[in-house]
């Protein structure tokens, strides 16, 4: 897995490393800001795993939006 900067952000794991790469940050310390281990940072941006919802609050505050959609509204 590169570090590359993501071009087109698909998880939210590329929101987190995109946020991450323009802070200068490592993901250790990213790991820190949002109460998570490191390799659980790795983990998001490799796509080795996804974000559990109990993470969600503070990757949200991480990023400064939520990236998440909104569930489209059902038609009658």
């Known amino acids: 897995m590169s570090c590359e900067y993501p071009k087109d ?7 987190v490393r995109k946020r991450r790469l323009d802070l200068g ?3 250790k310390t990213t790991g820190q ?3 998570v281990h490191g390799g659980t940072v ?6 080795q795993r996804k974000p559990e919802t109990k993470n969600l609050p503070a ?8 990236p998440i959609p909104a569930p489209a509204a059902k038609q009658r």
Do not use: V
């Not at 952000?9 to 929101?15: E, I, R």
């Not at 990757?59 to 939520?66: K, M, S, V, W």
């Open 25 to 27: 940050l490592n993901q």
């Open 9 to 15: 952000l698909k998880t939210l794991g590329d929101h």
């Open 59 to 66: 990757i949200i505050a991480f990023l400064g939006y939520n």
């Open 42 to 47: 790795w983990n998001w941006e490799s796509g």
């Open 33 to 35: 800001r949002m109460g």
